[in-house]
């Protein structure tokens, strides 16, 4: 267990990708902060945290406010003394063709995606420079890198994900903290669960491994990025994807 004794901040931890790396993290011996908007999902994470032996701290909490995220890192050094790792994970989609596109779902996709990913990031940055350890994983897309119809607001907020963590990873890997990007293809969550039946089978068609990805196809990248083994990666964009985009 590479993860023992560890303090992981999960963000959108309470159910889809960020319930499978928070689990995937407990495995691996990490305590979890399940952070999100809905503290009674979150329940669920907590209890399979705590089902595999780790602690869990729910905190319900909205990326888009600094003060709600200062407010929680500062709970977490109270209870816990550190924080480790974290994984900014919490992400939307309000999605329109461009001219249809109203300002708000604009400014809210940039909002939640990009800004709370540079607030939690600024957040910890303090503790884990102190310390001497970080390892912090973005959670951007494929569509980031290749663009989609409907939506322009999703893919620059993923795409600015991108140039914010390897610009991250160039100012603090002198003090030993690590910053990489995972970008999931199309998976398998509430996220998709929506998109019309035709719309999935064509997108299968286009991934060469035959299938939309599962949550834990992602938890497993983000463990390999938090790992001692991953000490040396910095600044990288692991694509998950099914080889749908080769990049
Ligand atoms: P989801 O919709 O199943 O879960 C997102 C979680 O984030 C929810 O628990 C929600 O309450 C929480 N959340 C939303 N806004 C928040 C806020 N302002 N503050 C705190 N928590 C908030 O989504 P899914 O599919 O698990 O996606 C997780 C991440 O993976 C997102 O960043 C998404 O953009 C990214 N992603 C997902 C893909 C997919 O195909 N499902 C593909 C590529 C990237």
């Given at each position: ?21 928070a689990?995937?993290?407990a ?14 999902r979150s329940?669920?994470t ?8 780790r602690r ?15 407010a929680m ?14 994984v ?24 939640v ?18 310390q ?16 989609n ?8 907020s993923k ?9 991250v ?7 030993n903290?690590?910053v990489n ?5 199309f998976i ?5 669960q929506?998109l019309?039946?035709d ?17 834990e196809?992602?938890?497993a ?12 990666i ?14």
């Amino acid at each position: 267990m590479s993860l023992a004794g560890k303090v992981a901040i999960v963000t959108g931890a309470a159910q889809g990708i960020g319930r499978a790396v928070a689990e995937e993290l407990a495995r691996d011996g990490a305590d979890v902060v399940v952070a999100d908007l809905d503290p009674g999902r979150s329940q669920e994470t907590v209890a399979s945290v705590e089902k595999l032996g780790r602690r869990a701290l729910n905190v319900k909490v909205n990326v888009a406010d600094f003060n709600e995220v200062k407010a929680m890192v500062d709970q977490v050094l109270k209870a816990w003394g550190k924080v480790d790792v974290l994984v900014n994970n919490a992400g939307i989609t309000r999605d329109a063709l461009l001219l249809r596109m109203k300002e708000e779902d604009w400014n809210l996709v940039l909002q939640v995606n990009l800004n709370g990913t540079f607030h939690c990031t600024k957040a910890v940055l303090q503790p884990m420079t102190k310390q001497r350890y970080g390892r912090i994983v973005n959670i951007a897309s494929i569509v980031g890198v290749m663009g989609n119809v409907g939506q322009a607001n999703y893919a620059a907020s993923k795409a600015a994900v991108i140039g914010f963590t390897k610009t991250v990873a160039r100012e603090y890997a002198s003090r030993n903290v690590t910053v990489n990007a995972v970008a999931p293809g199309f998976i398998d969550t509430a996220m998709t669960q929506g998109l019309p039946a035709d719309v999935k089978e064509t997108l299968q068609k286009q991934i060469p491994l035959g299938r939309l990805g599962r949550p834990e196809d992602i938890a497993a990248a983000v463990r390999f990025l938090v790992s001692e083994e991953a000490a040396y990666i910095t600044g990288h964009v692991l694509h998950v994807n099914g080889g749908m985009l080769m990049a």
